[in-house]
């Protein structure tokens, strides 16, 4: 059974004790200052797709980050178009596809940015002819509730 990304990232924003051990700090530790290499991440791999989570948890002023960089093969995606209560920005850093936001469909280029805010409806595809990576930083502040679903 695929374990699919929105479906990672949900469980790690609830807690889920499954990344590798800089990444499940009890709540009083927080992540501090640290280099992790690529071969040191935690990979998740799919159905034409890999995503490497680096650190995730709390910092000083984020609790339940999630960093990663995903790697998605020609005419894949990692889940369709989702949702999510935590802002989140995604930079591609090579490759060509198709952001989905709210519904609308906009070509994604190498150095493009999506910001995206609580409960907007995005995802990304890889249309090019190499793999299409992009990185990933989720989190909610500190001291401040997440957004109720409109």
């Known amino acids: 059974?695929?374990?699919?990304?929105?479906?990672?990232?949900?469980?790690?924003?609830?807690?889920?004790?499954?990344l590798a051990p800089v990444c499940a700090t009890p709540a009083e530790e927080l992540t501090?200052?640290?280099?992790?290499?690529?071969?040191?991440?935690?990979?998740?791999?799919?159905?034409?797709?890999?995503?490497?989570?680096?650190?995730?948890?709390?910092?000083?002023?984020?609790?339940?980050s999630l960093t990663g960089l995903a790697v998605i093969q020609p005419g894949k995606e990692i889940h369709p178009p989702h949702v999510h209560?935590?802002?989140?920005y995604l930079m591609v850093t090579q490759g060509n596809g198709v952001w989905t936001v709210n519904g609308k469909d906009t070509p994604a280029s190498t150095g493009d940015m999506l910001y995206a805010s609580p409960w907007e409806s995005h995802g990304i595809k890889n249309t090019g002819d190499i793999p299409l990576k992009f990185v990933v930083m989720k989190w909610h502040s500190k001291g401040k509730p997440l957004p109720e679903q409109p």
């Open 1 to 18: 059974m695929t374990f699919h990304l929105a479906s990672k990232i949900t469980a790690v924003l609830m807690g889920a004790a499954m």
């Open 32 to 64: 501090t200052s640290a280099i992790m290499p690529l071969k040191d991440a935690t990979a998740e791999k799919g159905d034409g797709w890999v995503f490497y989570s680096y650190f995730t948890g709390d910092t000083v002023g984020t609790e339940q």
């Open 85 to 88: 209560p935590e802002e989140e």
